[in-house]
């Protein structure tokens, strides 16, 4: 009887909790299954594997390419090249840190793909509490960081446009002008061309521009490779104090984290981006190799009379060194209408809301107008290619390229794992102190050969 008044609640018990388990089961399962932010990107998001190499290949393997010999007559034709590969070894480990970061922090918010400056924001938001309030700081730096980095780009490539023409008119018996007024006149080509809002219209010329970009390297390369001298005739090595223009240079050159996450949010296999070998490895290691091989072909064989960008040492005299020149300068032209996109979407996004919707499109258009006035200008004040690369690489890379990312990964697995006795946070510190003694020295340097040529 016992037994038999015993049995029904246990057995009642039991259903419920069965029930209840099924029921929890089948209504978070959501919950229990693993987020796969690739599963919820946009249709859009479909770029391949090697369509993302072929991507990332193309905007790592820009103008910097052709400012590696000036990089190398800073530190030697053998120091150059270690000096390269380490700092090719520290910029893309610094952009596994990033986008890895960025991937797991996907996975915890459930969202299908973050930015550079969203993945520093709620990097911040989501970490210890006592610098959540510092969120948005961290966005606003990464932002304006990115955002002058583009316009000191911008800056660039005017001037590399003002000298290209420049020697093109001197030897065909042109006007005897400066460097500062060809720059003056570029905006007779900038403007109109900045005003275009759809990049969809400059997509068939930035694909005709890859091809003669390549073009005009391999004529450089060709020039340097025609008749080089002995390598006893360069220095291997320089002095110490070269070292800082040395990694600002090659920071410009060779950082190109800006374009990483817009990258990596597009792949359809987003997973295959980091890894062994990895669609970064992969990049990144082609990259060092081509600007190793460029920087000391480039520098063996113009000596310390190499430019800011390698178009600018190929002979005067030579009908294919001025065609490589004027397609140099082509390709800038379009390039700068494509890198101007940035630092005006980062100022609209702050301006838009304080103007009436109705004035949007005269806002916008009078912030692209203004925009590339004051990168001429800045161009024409100042028209030394090799200060504005430096500075560029010095302060804009320095804090982005550098120091972001390793601050952003010792927040995001603070009170997780950093690693056996905190190694993750010790080797984070190292890189942003490489990243401030770049920063220091760089500037030092770039204000003391300011001054030394004013």
């Given at each position: 009887?016992?037994?038999?008044?015993?049995?029904?609640?246990i057995r009642?018990?039991?259903?419920?909790?069965?029930?209840k388990i099924e029921l929890a089961?089948?209504?978070?399962?959501?919950?229990?299954d693993?987020?796969?932010p690739?599963?919820h990107?946009?249709?859009?998001s479909?770029?391949s594997?090697f369509?993302?190499?072929a991507?990332?290949l193309?905007a790592?393997?820009?103008?910097?390419?052709?400012?590696?010999?000036?990089?190398f007559?800073?530190?030697?034709?053998?120091?150059?090249?270690?000096?390269?590969?380490?700092?090719?070894?520290?910029c893309?480990?610094?952009?596994?840190?990033?986008v890895?970061?960025?991937?797991?922090?996907c996975?915890?918010i459930?969202k299908?793909?973050?930015g550079?400056?969203?993945t520093?924001?709620?990097v911040f938001?989501n970490?210890?509490k006592?610098i959540?309030?510092?969120a948005?700081?961290a966005?606003?730096?990464a932002?304006?960081?990115?955002?002058l980095?583009?316009l000191?780009?911008?800056?660039v490539?005017?001037?590399v446009?003002?000298?290209?023409?420049?020697?093109v008119s001197?030897?065909?018996?042109g006007p005897?002008?400066?460097v500062?007024?060809?720059?003056?006149l570029t905006?007779?080509?900038?403007?109109p061309?900045?005003?275009?809002?759809?990049?969809?219209?400059?997509?068939?010329?930035?694909a005709?521009?890859?091809?003669v970009?390549?073009?005009?390297?391999?004529?450089s390369?060709?020039?340097c490779l025609?008749d080089?001298?002995?390598?006893?005739s360069r220095?291997?090595?320089?002095?110490?104090s070269?070292?800082?223009t040395?990694i600002s240079?090659?920071?410009f050159a060779?950082e190109g984290i800006g374009?990483?996450?817009?990258i990596?949010?597009e792949?359809t296999k987003?997973?295959?981006f980091?890894?062994?070998?990895?669609?970064?490895?992969i990049?990144?290691?082609?990259?060092?190799?081509?600007?190793?091989?460029v920087?000391?072909?480039g520098?063996l064989?113009f000596?310390e009379g190499?430019r800011?960008s390698l178009?600018?040492?190929?002979?005067?005299?030579?009908?294919?060194?001025q065609?490589?020149k004027i397609?140099?300068a082509?390709v800038?032209v379009?390039?700068y209408a494509l890198i101007?996109?940035?630092?005006?979407?980062v100022?609209?996004?702050r301006?838009?809301?304080?103007?009436?919707?109705r004035g949007?499109?005269?806002?916008?258009?009078?912030?692209?107008f203004?925009?590339?006035l004051?990168?001429?200008a800045?161009?024409?004040a100042?028209p030394?290619?090799e200060?504005?690369?430096?500075l560029?690489?010095a302060?804009?890379?320095?804090i982005m390229g550098?120091?972001l990312p390793?601050?952003v990964?010792?927040?995001w697995?603070?009170?997780?794992?950093l690693?056996p006795?905190?190694?993750?946070l010790?080797?984070?510190?190292?890189?942003?102190?490489?990243?401030?003694?770049?920063?220091v020295?760089g500037v030092?340097?770039?204000i003391k050969?300011l001054?030394?040529?004013?």
């Amino acid at each position: 009887m016992e037994k038999e008044n015993g049995t029904p609640p246990i057995r009642s018990n039991l259903d419920t909790y069965s029930s209840k388990i099924e029921l929890a089961y089948n209504g978070s399962r959501e919950d229990l299954d693993p987020y796969v932010p690739a599963d919820h990107r946009p249709l859009e998001s479909n770029t391949s594997s090697f369509g993302a190499l072929a991507h990332l290949l193309k905007a790592s393997l820009g103008s910097g390419i052709l400012a590696m010999p000036l990089a190398f007559k800073n530190a030697g034709l053998v120091v150059g090249v270690f000096a390269t590969i380490i700092i090719g070894f520290v910029c893309a480990h610094v952009i596994h840190v990033l986008v890895k970061t960025s991937q797991q922090l996907c996975v915890e918010i459930k969202k299908p793909s973050l930015g550079y400056a969203e993945t520093c924001d709620l990097v911040f938001q989501n970490g210890p509490k006592p610098i959540r309030k510092y969120a948005p700081y961290a966005r606003e730096l990464a932002d304006w960081a990115l955002a002058l980095t583009h316009l000191g780009a911008c800056c660039v490539y005017v001037v590399v446009v003002a000298e290209s023409f420049k020697q093109v008119s001197d030897v065909y018996g042109g006007p005897d002008w400066s460097v500062t007024v060809f720059c003056a006149l570029t905006l007779v080509i900038l403007i109109p061309l900045t005003q275009i809002t759809k990049l969809k219209y400059l997509v068939p010329f930035s694909a005709l521009a890859n091809f003669v970009w390549l073009a005009s390297i391999c004529i450089s390369i060709y020039y340097c490779l025609r008749d080089p001298p002995p390598t006893s005739s360069r220095n291997y090595a320089t002095s110490i104090s070269g070292l800082p223009t040395f990694i600002s240079t090659s920071l410009f050159a060779m950082e190109g984290i800006g374009v990483v996450m817009p990258i990596e949010n597009e792949m359809t296999k987003p997973h295959q981006f980091l890894g062994c070998p990895g669609v970064l490895n992969i990049a990144m290691s082609a990259v060092v190799v081509m600007y190793a091989f460029v920087g000391f072909c480039g520098y063996l064989s113009f000596g310390e009379g190499v430019r800011g960008s390698l178009t600018l040492n190929l002979p005067q005299e030579e009908i294919l060194a001025q065609v490589a020149k004027i397609m140099v300068a082509c390709v800038m032209v379009l390039s700068y209408a494509l890198i101007f996109y940035v630092p005006v979407d980062v100022v609209w996004r702050r301006l838009q809301d304080r103007i009436p919707a109705r004035g949007h499109r005269w806002g916008l258009g009078a912030l692209r107008f203004f925009g590339t006035l004051l990168t001429v200008a800045l161009a024409s004040a100042v028209p030394r290619l090799e200060l504005f690369m430096e500075l560029v690489g010095a302060v804009c890379l320095s804090i982005m390229g550098l120091t972001l990312p390793a601050i952003v990964e010792t927040v995001w697995l603070w009170g997780k794992d950093l690693g056996p006795c905190h190694w993750i946070l010790w080797k984070n510190c190292l890189i942003v102190i490489f990243s401030i003694i770049a920063l220091v020295s760089g500037v030092t340097f770039s204000i003391k050969t300011l001054l030394e040529t004013l």
